[in-house]
T-cell receptor, first 115, second 109 residues
Framework: DTGVSQNPRHKITKRGQNVTFRCDPISEHNRLYWYRQTLGQGPEFLTYFQNEAQLEKSRLLSDRFSAERPKGSFSTLEIQRTEQGDSAMYLC?????????????FGNGTRLTVT | KNEVEQSPQNLTAQEGEFITINCSYSVGISALHWLQQHPGGGIVSLFMLSSGKKKHGRLIATINIQEKHSSLHITASHPRDSAVYICAVKETSGSRLTFGEGTQLTVNP
């Protein structure tokens, strides 16, 4: 068990470019969450998967954002046509569901800077 | 008004002091989490509780479901406790967590 792994740790991109982040959850965890955190704020929910099914998606997730978890293991979060407002820390977390009180384990995040 | 509110936003203490961070929420919850975030961004889960009190080392977390309030206490604080402490609730109606804005704690030697 190596914990939740996110790659890359940092990404700098120019406005208008597409970026993709990867999250590898703890292997037996079937629930995977994406959150976004801007400076000085708490994390905001983006989307969550149970196995390969995307069960919930925040209104924050515009059409430029898409997330997948094709085999119910790792997940990718893609942002198309990035904007400066997309600059944030993108956090992934996983848990063992559907036990409602299963602890969440977070990755170290991917920090995105859009110039 | 945020669904989860923390106080204070910033807290500076001297080493050894007893520290309390408060969290109030306005929704029905199935669980409340206290999380610790260090400057690099990594988040560590400290506690998950749905009633009563939990203790781990110098950390104590309490929750009052009727009052929709939780507290995180740190006894004998140390500079290495300096971090952002975040309260997050899991609503009874779903699986997402709703986070407070965090409390920046600085413990000076």
């Amino acid at each position: 068990d190596t914990g939740v792994s996110q790659n890359p740790r940092h990404k700098i991109t120019k406005r208008g470019q597409n970026v993709t982040f990867r999250c590898d959850p703890i292997s037996e965890h079937n629930r995977l969450y994406w959150y976004r955190q801007t400076l000085g704020q708490g994390p905001e929910f983006l989307t969550y998967f149970q196995n390969e099914a995307q069960l919930e998606k925040s209104r924050l997730l515009s059409d430029r954002f898409s997330a997948e978890r094709p085999k119910g293991s790792f997940s990718t979060l893609e942002i198309q046509r990035t904007e400066q407002g997309d600059s944030a820390m993108y956090l992934c977390a996983s848990s063992l569901g559907p036990r409602y009180n299963s602890p969440l384990h977070f990755g170290n995040g991917t920090r995105l800077t859009v110039t | 008004k945020n669904e989860v509110e923390q106080s204070p936003q910033n807290l500076t203490a001297q080493e050894g002091e007893f520290i309390t961070i408060n969290c109030s929420y306005s929704v029905g919850i199935s669980a409340l989490h206290w999380l610790q975030q260090h400057p690099g961004g990594g988040i560590v889960s400290l506690f998950m509780l749905s009633s009563g009190k939990k203790k781990h080392g110098r950390l104590i977390a309490t929750i009052n479901i009727q009052e929709k309030h939780s507290s995180l206490h740190i006894t004998a604080s140390h500079p290495r406790d300096s971090a952002v402490y975040i309260c997050a609730v899991k609503e009874t109606s779903g699986s997402r967590l709703t986070f407070g804005e965090g409390t920046q704690l600085t413990v000076n030697p």
